[in-house]
């Protein structure tokens, strides 16, 4: 039973370009998390999505960024234009219900914009 | 707006002591706490919760503990392992999980 797969782990960016970053959550998990972690910082909530719908976009910057999970498929996290600002390691962790409170992380995508 | 601090980036422990590290938090309708345990280069891993119904929840080594009129909770890790050397998150939820800065544990042998 595979955990939650991130892709890439890794993910160099110039200026103004698009990154994509993947998430497949465990297997029976409809819920999907993202986080991003700044260097010398915490976990920061993004945005909370299940299948199809977009529940809690709170933590997600207003412009250039959006994510979707579609009916079929991995979750995706979209950065236009990315600044280096965005360099950071972003994680998406899954769970089977929102009342269920452990939520199980994949292994991260780090992003580096030159 | 920290919701849950971690105010101890590090902490260095001789193995076989006992590691304590703690979280602070701000909102009082929090009603469930993680540990969460991370290693370089992979993601966090859930190590132990606690319910704000309890004080303390115990797993082995593990045991988190909570006072709730203080909003602080704890983590005892006893005894320590060079195994446990990680940067551990304490995390707090409402609707929404909030984590904390996370404290580098090393144990050193």
């Known amino acids: 039973n595979a955990g939650v797969m991130q892709n890439p782990r890794h993910l160099v960016r110039r200026r103004g370009q698009e990154a994509r970053l993947r998430c497949s959550p465990m297997?029976?998990?409809?819920?999907v998390y993202w986080y991003r972690q700044l260097p010398e910082e915490g976990l920061k909530f993004m945005v909370y999505?299940?299948?199809?719908?977009?529940?809690?976009e709170s933590g997600m910057p207003k412009e250039r960024f959006s994510a979707e999970f579609p009916k079929e498929g991995p979750s995706i996290l979209r950065i236009q234009q990315v600044v280096r600002g965005d360099s950071a390691a972003y994680f998406c962790?899954?769970?089977?219900?929102?009342?269920?409170?452990?939520?199980?992380f994949g292994p991260g995508t780090r992003l580096t914009v030159l | 707006d920290q919701q849950v601090k971690q105010n101890s980036p590090s902490l260095s422990v001789q193995e076989g002591r006992i590691s304590i590290l703690n979280c602070d938090y701000t909102?009082?309708?929090?009603?469930?706490f993680l540990w969460y345990k991370k290693y370089p280069a992979e993601g966090p891993t859930f190590l132990i919760s606690?319910?704000?119904?309890?004080d303390k929840n115990e797993d082995g080594r593990f045991t988190v503990f909570l006072n709730k009129s203080a909003k602080h909770l704890s983590l005892h890790i006893v005894p320590s392992q060079p195994g446990d050397s990680a940067v551990y998150f304490c995390?707090?939820?409402?609707?929404?999980?909030?984590f904390g800065a996370g404290t580098r544990l090393t144990v050193k042998p």
């Open positions: 962790a899954s769970s089977w219900g929102r009342v269920n409170n452990e939520q199980f």
């Open positions: 297997k029976g998990h409809s819920h």
């Open positions: 999505l299940q299948k199809e719908n977009i529940i809690d």
């Open positions: 909102n009082s309708m929090f009603d469930y």
């Open positions: 606690i319910s704000s119904i309890k």
């Open positions: 995390a707090a939820k409402e609707s929404d999980m909030r």
